[in-house]
Nanobody, 123 residues
Framework: VQLQASGGGLAQAGGSLIVSCAASGRTFSNYRMAWFRQAPGKEREFVAAISWSGSRTYYADSVKGRFTISRDNAKNTVYLQMNSLKPEDTAVYYC?????????????????WGQGTQVTVSS
């Protein structure tokens, strides 16, 4: 599957952004999807994940209550709505797809990755 992330940009602290990830090439609903992020000089970290049906979601503690992951299997797209943004949310955001059953927060447990989209939050 090929993943194409889009929608990043610049926001002020307290503002909102939504990033999207469009998938192509395979049956999208077969994949568990997730968002990760990587800030300069830091390791890539888990942000949120969603089950194939969208019925189960998982969040890193740092974004819980502020970010919402969702998916539209008819459009082969997964979204990350980011509210109450903080400067520490500044990073390149990557979408990822996992073939195997079950959710995971591990970078190495995901099989396909998008190219990333930059999110910058100013104070």
């Amino acid at each position: 599957v090929q993943l194409q992330a889009s929608g990043g940009g610049l926001a002020q602290a307290g503002g909102s952004l939504i990033v999207s990830c469009a998938a192509s090439g395979r049956t999208f609903s077969n994949y568990r999807m997730a968002w990760f992020r990587q800030a300069p000089g830091k390791e890539r970290e888990f942000v949120a994940a969603i089950s194939w049906s969208g019925s189960r979601t998982y969040y890193a503690d740092s974004v819980k209550g502020r970010f919402t992951i969702s998916r539209d299997n008819a459009k082969n797209t997964v979204y990350l709505q980011m509210n109450s943004l903080k400067p520490e949310d500044t990073a390149v955001y990557y979408c990822a797809a996992r073939v195997h059953p079950g959710q995971s927060m591990g970078v190495t447990d995901y099989d396909y990755w998008g190219q990333g989209t930059q999110v910058t939050v100013s104070s």
